[in-house]
Every structure is written in structure tokens, then in C-alpha cells.
């Protein structure tokens, strides 16, 4: 039979799931008389228990934008647990008590607190000593309750989790490769930590408590397994956890194994807690481990190998990093044939030379790692030039760990964030092209200046053969490049990253000269300062970048690249000159924002972020949105228009 707990889940998922249909897909999934129906169930059941999760559709929790993480010193320290591989050292543990075997989920550890029955405060571990105060996010997990029926103050520890499944769906959304998350652990703690809780609220987190700290006055008949029980009484969901001995350890421990393939949730093994809280607080505990619970972590799968090579790869601090490269194994059902060395020093400890005969294993069943050398050659070819650049060298020691870094400012792999720039949005706008893409590409020696980015089908094979890339990636990144050919005087002048220079900057100056490039190129500081909104800080920087003869030499290089047709409203009436426009929401009639944006400029508008006295017109096409922004132009009287409106505008 169904706890009121878990019907109320189901409730608050069927309804969101309803309200989601009808507010964002036009979909009705359900009748009113339906939804209210279930509503009223819902909160029926929300004043029976006293509890009321987070995100019922019964309350309203709003979202807020941080501007940092408060930092907090936990109460009580939150120690590490000493861990094994081996079953017979868990029995040891046991001896003749019973303890509760559960997963160790692999997120991100929380502690809340719960005052006068409502959600008080949430804090994530930190280091131990000191934590992040999340209360923000924590209102907008999937399953936390805001409301519970205990009064008396609670503390509670548990695991912010993202399952597979969400996770999936979150990279699959994500067309970049290199931007795609790299499992659900990295992607839980960026999500628990973000500053902007909308953001928490879309990925899906949810929390599985583990351990009741404090609860004054709760009777649990001195043992663990009863405190999970009342924690599940009280509205929250518990870490899967079976009753065990030493008689059946190696049994539970066979059971979890198997059960751990069909696991929605991230699992780096179990966790044992002795049921009897009094003799387990009787034990006290290290300087590092507490003594009431004990770690199982799965064996690591080691395969041998042969080292082929070590690649050097250069990153943008300049930092040249060894890379491992041996011959591929299957390792935790993928297939791996290289592992970060990290430095120097490492190399040395292990004697590391190309041939040598290696055992590799994948650390936390994630990340490669070499566990041993058995034939220890010994560290030679540390390269005297950066592979990127062909700069000079050296080798410094970094707390206590010797490093090779490139010595040439100029080393392309240092100029990451130009590249970037040149290919972000308002610029080239090539898609496919992330800072982590870029960087591979630099390494590889792909690309040495911005006109190489116009020819990686140069290294067509090369592309493809890279990990998380093939045919499919490789023939968007294509068409993006040549997306890119076709843009406008100002996005070229503004890709080079000229200090000072923005997009608008650009617009201005590319008008001001008849949108001609030599003109462009060859303007004066007194001429460009007499442009009005240029001024003679960014006029002055303008005219000592192009003073450059290598800026100059790249400037005309890209000209060849690149078609610049004529600029859209040149000889366009200026119909919107001294016009505020704000555009939200989704369009549909244009490729984006932007592209609405670009027109409006043209016509001699101007397009800012936020309702204020000064706009003119909100456009938006779901007028009867309650918005901020919808909401902030009413009050101010500032009309809403549809976009179907602002063509009309346009025609008039």
C-alpha cells in the first residue's frame, strides 16, 4: 500500500508535468476538472501530513539570482569514512553487530537544516571544516520538502544527485562535444552551486538523506534504521539501504553489484553503519574517519598495456602537460588508450620511457590513471621547444612538483580566450568551436591564426579520428565555418578583439566610413574620436592595434576569407530613430534575437536588456505573459507587442 508520502510525489510530478504541458507546449494533457481534482488531493494531503515538498504546485518558491555562495563552518565536522575492497575487512567491521548497508551515491554531500518545521538553511560540504550555503537551490530540488510535520530543530546529511537518465538528456541537448558534461557528478556540483537557482530548478537534482545528525525529542529506539524510517515520514526520500550481518554481507554486497547496472543514480559503492547508535557514538572516531560506518569501494578493473608515446600538450597558462598515450584497453566497458601524467615529477616517480610495459585503471571507474610501470625505462625527451609554437621551454618547480612551461607570450595556445572571441556569437559566430574545441585544435596545430579556422578541412581525417568527434560533428562544424564566411564589416572588426572595441563600438566606426575596409583600416585618432560614442580612449586604442603590421597583414588575409554583402538598411528610412526597443521571449518570425536586433539598428533604433522609463516597446509574443518584464511595462504603461505587430511597424 502507498505511504501519503509517496501519492503526494506522485501528485506533484503528475501535476507539474500537466502545468508544464499546458504553460510551455500548448498542450492540454489533462482536463481542468482533472488537475483540480488532483489538486485538491494534493493539498488534502499536504495538511494531513504537515509536509510540503519543494516543488509542489501548491506554493510558490520563486526564483533569485546570487551574487556569491556565503561561506559556513559546519557545527560538526563532516569527516571522510575509511574505506575498503575487501569484503572479509567488513565483516571484520561488522563483527557481531547488525549495521544498514546503502549506496554511496556519487553527488554532492548536503546538510540541512530544518527549523519550526520549515527549511532553515542547506550547506554544502566544503572541505569538511567549511561549507557553501546553497538554501537558495536546495528550495528548487525535485524532492526536497520545504514544509515537514517535526517541529523541534533537525539536522539532517544526504546526496544531491543527477541520474543518468537527466543527465542524458541534458547532453543531448548540448550539440558542442566539448561541451557536453562529463558525467553526473560534475554536472550536480556546478548545478548545486550555480548563483542563479532557475538554473538548479531545470536540472533535476535530488537529495537522498543518509545520516540524522540532530532531532531533538524524536523517539528512534536506539537504532539507525528506525531514524531512516521516521525520515521517510517526515517527506524525505532515503538512500536504499538493506539490513545486514557478517553472515550475509557477502550476500548484500552480490546484490547491490548487480543492482548497481540498473541504477539510475551515480553509485562509487556502499556504505556500512552499525544500527546500534549508542555503541557506534561509544567508538568516537580518528583524526580523519568516524568509527560508526565503514566504505565499500568496487575493486578497480586493471588491464596492462604498452606506452607508445608521451604527448606534450600545451594549454592557454602556458602550462605544457604530459599526456600518456599506450596501446587500447577495455576498461569499465569503454574502450581507453590514454591518461594525464599531470607533471614532471610524476614521470620521474614512475620511471615513465615510451615502450615500457604499464598497468592502467580508471580511477573512481571515471578517470584513467597509470597504477604502475613494470619495466621503468626512465623519463628521457623532455621536449626543449613547445610542440604548439616552438617556443623555448623550461622546467619549474611548482609546490614541490617539477612542470614544463612554454616561455613565448605569443604561444597561440596562450591566446585561447582571442580565438574564443572570434568565434563566439557576435562575432564569426562559428557553432561548434568551444574554448575546449579550440584548445585540441591549437594543440593538434590545427589552427595558428584566425584565417586557419576557414580551413580545417585540411585536416578532415585528423578531425574525425578525435575522441567525441566523426562524420556527423565534423560535417556541422563544416557548414559552420562556412556559415561564418558570409557576415558583416563590424563583426570582423569586432572578432579581432581590439581592446575597448564591442560590437556596438564597431557598428558605429563601420558607419561612420561608409562600410568601406580600407577606410575602416585607416582611420585617424582625430577622426574616429570626432565619431560620436567613440571617444578618445577606445579611438586611441583602435588606431594602436592597426598600427600593428601584423594586425594589418591579418586584417587583409581575413578580408580574402570572408563575403561582406552590403549592409541590410543602408539606404533604409530610419523609421525607428530615437526608438527603445526590449525584445524577450521566443520568436518566431526571425533566426533569433539578434537578427530582430540587427534590423531594428538599421532602421536607427536602439535594443537594451530591460524595461525602463525610456522604452518605448516591449516586444514579446506572449503578451499576457506575467513576466518581470510583461509586468514592469504595464506598470509603466510601455505597450506590448507581438512580433506580427512589429512587421506591421516595419511596413508602414
Known sequence: MKTDNIRMQELVEQLNRARYAYEQQNQEIMSNLEYDKLYDE??????????????????????????????ERHEQPMLSLDKTKDVERLKEFLGDQRAAISWKLDGLTIVLTYRKGTLFKAVTRGNGEVGEVITNNAKVFKNIPLHIPYKGELILRGEAVIGYSDFAKINEEIEDVDAKYKNPRNLCSGSVRQLNNEITARR???????S???AEDAAFHNSRMEQFEWLKSQGFEVVEYHEVTRETIEDEVSWFAEKIVENDFPSDGLVLLYDDIAYGQSLGRTSKFPRDSFAFKWADEIKETKLLEIEWSPSRTGLINPVAIFEPVELEGTTVSR????????????ELGVGDEIKVYKANMIIPQIEENLTRSGVRDIPKVCPVCGGATRISQVSDAKTLYCTNPECQAKQMKSFALFVSRDALNVDGLSEATLEKFIVKGFIKDFTDIFHLDRYEEEIKLLDGFGEKSYDRLMKSVEAARTTTLAKLIYSLGIANIGLANAKVICKAFDQDPEKVLHATQEELSEVSGVGEVIARAYVDYFSQQKHVVIYHRLLQEVEIPEEEGEGEAQIFAGVNFVITGSVEHFANRSEMKELIEARGGKVTGSVTSKTNYLINNDIESTSSKNKKARDLGIPIISEETFIEMMQQ
Not at 494531503?45 to 510558490?60: Q, V
Not at 591518461?339 to 614512475?350: G, K, P
Open 42 to 71: 494534493l493539498l488534502e494531503l499536504e495538511k494531513k501530513t504537515g509536509t510540503i515538498m519543494t516543488n509542489s504546485p501548491t506554493i510558490n518558491v520563486g526564483y533569485e539570482v546570487l551574487s556569491e555562495l556565503p561561506k
Open 204 to 210: 533535476n537534482v535530488k537529495f537522498f538523506a543518509f
Open 212 to 214: 540524522l545528525v540532530k
Open 339 to 350: 591518461a594525464s601524467v599531470h607533471n614532471i615529477s610524476i614521470m620521474e616517480e614512475l
